[in-house]
């Protein structure tokens, strides 16, 4: 048998699935069940001692989530991967293994606004100390390392303006303080960049978005590069030194290039708990089959509104990164070749009452906070997400009072920019 | 084999041939402790059928999972296919030369993860021998019988076909499309220094 390089689609389709062994059924059965039987007392205890492959509770592992769990493993180019129950979880689960109380890591100030709260407030309260550095200014990394620092984290496209991170900038700073770059790769999903390939060690998404791509279904997820020597300094004891709680047992030394994958499941998942459930997992990875050609179509029609809006009298500027009037497009055309992604931002010569007026007066453009459905969707962030805030305040948190957010769905696009025409006033 | 192989990056054929044909092996450096990762791979590999032998001299009198430790690879009554090695690098070579003076030689000389010894590889390979180097043989045959995809791992490997559940003491079909065009997934990118942003 020859060894081949499968395309990105035959993986999208074929990673981690095959028929199932005791039926034959070639869809993935949801394995709705949350245990499984031992064949005895000696499996029961080599599947607790991590020395058997297989299934005990699915708080841990699960045969229909594992199958999403390779097939994204596969997708990023990782050597493991494993499920959460949202983004957030995956984003906790990663940080559980790398921080302790006391410890620092270095973010783009450039996040998901929930991101953001968690870092800044969540974190906080477990002593990991978020250190704020601008991925507009490489230097602003180099000088936030401390011998506290733990991790870098970045999204490669970021919420909500779409804009581009270097990521192979940051992952020079990362490898220069000995510490793995974490990549949220949501917004742009491994069809657009695999941000393995430019230097990242540990990927995770929000499954919630693009990837499961329906808006039916959160999940998240972490890949491991399988990059990272976690032994070398005794900087990340979770992997390192033997664990008390496998009477012990050293992961890095035990699962190699994969056991940062590994500590995530059996002292992440294990002990803190937000397992995916396995129907979501069927959920998403069916979203997942389809991922090349919705993407496809997610970054022509945002291309193509993008240009629309571009020209239109009622709109003031248009950040999309996949236009070339933006900063981002030199980053864009490097990172994401084939398409800039699908979530970008406007803004309104009519200000904050355009904004609201917009948002009510589009019928396809569904008004809620979220990004990567197959339906397009719309925010005005000023008047929702961060209403709370005085007009300052909402600028610099990029929310300005004209600004809208949209995530263009895999509609024709011919009547999502009919809608936004009529919507704006013609 | 009279090619060196490149130990950067094994393609999937030549570990699975390896583990298809292998069936005596010999753990250099077995240790009774569950926790550590040699008494993970002798488990394992017994499950799976083949016929595991213990070598620990501290260990003569004691057994293994009911297998007789045994003191060195000399003391061995039956011919061995495969030496699987669990000592740091800098001891491998006096091993693999104990491997070459048995009749029959083994087959194979296997160094775990983080153990490799270019030296003793080239010696082995020169007497005909296969080797592989900073891998595991359990993660190798839990990839390549895709077994290891419970655990969320990747394991580079597509198939169309029905495979039977795993039973203990089944041999598993390793006969996958592979998907990599060389390096194995499973243990050598940790402990190589790590190449440019590409
Ligand atoms: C870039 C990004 N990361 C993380 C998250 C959090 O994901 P979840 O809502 O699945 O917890 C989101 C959600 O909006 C997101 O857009």
Redesign the pocket.
């Known amino acids: 048998m020859t060894d081949r390089t499968p395309g990105f689609a035959t993986l999208a389709v074929h990673a981690g699935a095959q028929p199932d062994p005791t039926t034959g059924a070639r869809a993935t059965p949801i394995y709705q069940t949350t245990s499984f039987v031992f064949n005895d007392a000696d499996h029961a205890a080599s599947l607790f001692g991590l020395q058997a492959f297989g299934n005990i509770y699915t708080r841990i592992t699960n045969p229909t989530t594992s199958v999403l769990e390779e097939r994204v493993a596969a997708l990023e180019g990782g050597t493991a991967a494993l499920a959460t129950a ?4 995956a ?1 906790l689960v990663v940080m559980q293994q790398l921080l302790m109380p006391g410890d620092e890591f270095i973010a783009a100030r450039k ?2 606004g ?2 953001i709260n968690q870092f800044t407030h969540a974190f906080k309260s477990f002593g990991w100390n978020v250190v704020w550095a601008d991925p507009d200014d490489i230097g602003s990394f180099q000088r936030a390392v401390t011998p506290k620092t733990k991790a870098i984290f970045i ?1 490669s496209i970021a ?1 909500p303006a779409g804009s581009i991170t270097d990521i192979e900038a940051i992952a020079e700073v990362a490898r220069n303080a000995g510490v793995p770059l974490i990549v ?1 790769n ?2 742009a999903t491994p069809y657009l960049i695999r941000p393995i390939d430019h230097g990242a060690d540990i990927v995770v998404h ?4 693009f990837l499961g791509g329906h808006g039916n279904s ?3 997820i972490i890949v491991d590069a399988g990059t990272f020597d976690w032994s070398k300094d005794g900087k990340y004891p979770m992997l390192s030194e033997p664990r008390p709680e496998y009477h012990g047992l050293k992961l890095q030394e035990t699962f190699g290039n994969f056991s940062f994958a590994i500590a995530c499941r059996v002292l992440g998942l294990r002990d803190l708990g937000p397992a995916l459930s396995p129907f979501n997992a069927f959920l998403l990875m069916t979203g997942i089959e389809t991922l090349p050609l919705r993407m496809q179509k997610h970054c022509e029609n945002a291309k193509a509104i993008a240009e629309f809006l571009s020209t239109h009298k009622a709109v003031s500027a248009v950040n999309y990164s996949g236009l070339a009037s933006s900063k981002y497009n030199a980053l864009a055309r490097k990172y994401a070749p084939k398409g800039a992604g699908a979530v970008f931002t406007f803004s309104l010569k009519g200000g904050y009452q355009a904004g609201v007026d917009l948002v009510s007066n589009l019928k396809l453009f569904s008004h809620l906070a ?2 990567g459905d197959t339906r397009s969707l719309v925010i005005h962030p000023a008047s929702t997400t961060h209403s709370q805030l005085d007009d300052a305040q909402k600028t610099a948190a990029g929310a300005a009072p004209d600004m809208v957010r949209v995530s263009i769905g895999i509609e024709d696009k011919e009547d999502l920019i009919a809608d936004l025409d009529e919507a704006l006033g013609g | 084999m009279l090619n060196r192989m490149n130990h950067d990056a094994y393609p999937d054929s030549y570990i699975r041939a390896i583990l298809n044909g292998v069936k005596t092996i010999a753990v250099v450096g077995a240790s009774p402790l569950n926790v550590r990762p040699s008494y993970f791979v002798f488990k394992y590999l017994a499950e799976r059928g083949y016929d595991m032998i213990p070598i620990n001299p501290g260990q003569v009198g004691n057994s293994l999972l009911g297998k007789p430790f045994v003191a060195s690879l000399r003391d061995i009554d039956r011919p061995v296919d495969m030496v699987d090695i669990f000592r740091a690098s800098a001891h491998v070579m006096p091993i693999v030369e104990e491997a070459l003076a048995l009749t029959p030689q083994p087959k194979v000389i296997w160094m775990q993860i983080g153990v490799r010894n270019d030296d003793a590889a080239a010696r082995a390979e020169a007497a005909g021998l296969q080797v592989v180097m900073n891998r595991c043989p359990k993660i190798e045959y839990g990839r390549l019988s895709s077994e290891i995809s419970w655990m969320g791992v990747n394991s580079r490997t597509l198939s169309s076909k029905r495979a039977p559940a795993p039973v203990k003491g089944m041999r598993l079909s390793l006969d996958r499309a592979s998907v990599a065009g060389g390096d194995t997934a499973a243990s050598d990118r940790a402990t190589r220094p790590r190449s440019g942003t590409s």
């Open positions: 949202s983004g957030h979880a984003q996040l998901y929930g991101s999204e919420n949220d949501t917004l929000s499954l919630t978005k959160l999940g998240g979220n990004v």
